[in-house]
């Protein structure tokens, strides 16, 4: 019905005389000050229990206009002390995994599925992961990457619906939010048990050749 009021205002302009009809574009959205708006925003976030133990809220940094956007679990005590992610020793591997690739912290967005460390760095409850996930899938919206890549067991299992091992969801590719997604260990891990590195270096390299394509 829209389409056929458009049609019929643009039929009578051009009976008029009007010949050319001109459309104001939108304004380019400024990604990055958008997330940091939002960022202030969600500071004093108290959705779920996890606020009541917090030193700092820990939304995400990185690129605001990124192709990849790398999602973990949880803030850990580095994240909770300075409010940015992937910046203690798990945040050390992380980067030098970005380098093996020929990546920059600086090209991609880097968050958790939840913004608040969890007591003892337990995994984040049901009501935690529901309660955080508004926040992530705005980001999302707002940064429309490319690619996605999620680190660990707990960040495949929320977001993908499903329980599996994490060589099960590492075996291919996922589909979220009608992106490419590829899943593989979480820097932690890699940390306690360094033989897995040899695995995640071939997840790695999957992802390279995915990102490269265009």
Same mark, same amino acid.
């Given at each position: 019905?829209?389409?056929? @009021?458009i +049609? !019929? &205002?643009?039929?009578?302009? #051009?009976? @008029?005389?009007?010949?050319?009809?001109?459309?104001?574009?939108?304004?380019?959205?400024?990604?990055?000050?958008?997330? +940091?708006?939002?960022?202030?925003?969600?500071?004093?976030? @108290?959705a779920?229990?996890? #606020?009541?133990?917090?030193?700092?809220?820990? &939304?995400?940094?990185?690129?605001?206009?990124?192709?990849?956007?790398?999602?973990?679990?949880?803030?850990?005590?580095?994240?909770?002390?300075?409010?940015?992610?992937?910046?203690?020793?798990?945040?050390? %591997?992380?980067?030098?995994?970005? !380098?093996?690739?020929?990546?920059?912290?600086?090209?991609?967005?880097?968050?958790?599925?939840?913004?608040?460390?969890?007591?003892?760095?337990?995994?984040?409850?049901?009501?935690?992961?529901?309660?955080?996930?508004?926040? %992530?899938?705005?980001?999302?919206?707002?940064?429309?990457p490319?690619?996605?890549?999620?680190?660990? +067991?707990?960040?495949?299992?929320?977001?993908?619906?499903?329980? !599996?091992t994490?060589?099960?969801?590492?075996?291919?590719? #996922?589909?979220?939010?009608?992106? +490419?997604?590829?899943?593989?260990?979480?820097?932690?891990a %890699?940390?306690?048990?360094?033989?897995?590195?040899?695995?995640?270096?071939?997840?790695?390299?999957?992802? !390279?050749?995915? &990102?490269?394509?265009?």
């Open positions: 019905m829209q389409n056929k @009021s +049609k !019929q &205002y643009l039929e009578y302009l #051009h009976l @008029s005389g009007i010949q050319d009809v001109f459309i104001k574009p939108k304004p380019k959205i400024n990604k990055s000050e958008l997330l +940091k708006t939002l960022e202030e925003k969600y500071n004093n976030c @108290s779920c229990a996890l #606020h009541k133990g917090r030193n700092k809220f820990c &939304y995400g940094n990185g690129n605001a206009d990124a192709k990849l956007l790398i999602i973990g679990e949880a803030p850990g005590a580095d994240e909770d002390r300075k409010g940015e992610v992937f910046v203690g020793r798990s945040g050390q %591997l992380l980067t030098k995994m970005l !380098q093996a690739i020929n990546l920059s912290r600086d090209e991609v967005y880097i968050t958790n599925i939840v913004k608040c460390r969890p007591p003892e760095n337990r995994n984040p409850n049901p009501d935690e992961k529901r309660s955080c996930l508004p926040y %992530l899938e705005e980001q999302i919206s707002i940064i429309q490319e690619l996605i890549l999620m680190l660990g +067991k707990v960040a495949a299992e929320t977001l993908l619906g499903v329980q !599996q994490l060589t099960v969801f590492r075996q291919k590719t #996922h589909i979220y939010k009608g992106l +490419k997604t590829f899943v593989s260990y979480h820097p932690s %890699l940390l306690r048990n360094p033989n897995w590195k040899k695995f995640a270096w071939i997840d790695l390299q999957n992802l !390279q050749k995915e &990102y490269r394509k265009n």
